[in-house]
């Protein structure tokens, strides 16, 4: 069992930024890929962003391609979703996940499925 929370959700404007992050205090998150995802009101879990056990290759939805960035920080046991030019259609509930399935320290997936552990989620609320 891995237990996830996020934090750093909140009510922006347009245009505007925000960063997210995603800890564990029971686990080293550095021995997995983890993921972001998001929820809006009556809408499926879509994905939003993965990131690899290296750090590197960096995967994100496109709808959010060149607006945010997933990053870790593994001294801090850290993942982080620096978001930014945010739209209304971004708000939504953010959480973050642990991919177990990976086999290659590169790898990174974007389905649901492959997903085992999630928090309990950020609301993002983007105003007009």
């Known amino acids: 069992q891995v237990q996830l929370v996020e934090s750093g959700g909140g009510l922006v404007q347009a245009g505007d930024s925000l960063r997210l992050s995603c800890t564990s205090s029971g686990r080293t998150l550095s021995a997995y890929a983890m993921g972001w995802f998001r929820q809006a009101p009556g809408k499926e879990r879509e994905f939003v962003a993965a990131?690899?056990?290296?750090?590197?290759?960096?995967y994100y939805g496109d709808s959010v391609k060149g607006r945010f960035t997933i990053s870790r920080d593994n001294s801090k046991n850290t993942v982080t979703l620096q978001m930014d030019s945010l739209k209304p259609e971004d708000t939504a509930v953010y959480y973050c996940?642990?991919?177990?399935?990976?086999?290659?320290?590169?790898?990174?997936?974007?389905?649901?499925?492959?997903?085992?552990?999630w928090g309990e989620g950020t609301t993002v609320t983007v105003s007009s």
């Open positions: 990131i690899s056990r290296s750090g590197g290759m960096p």
């Open positions: 996940a642990v991919d177990q399935t990976t086999r290659h320290i590169n790898e990174v997936h974007a389905r649901i499925a492959e997903y085992e552990f």
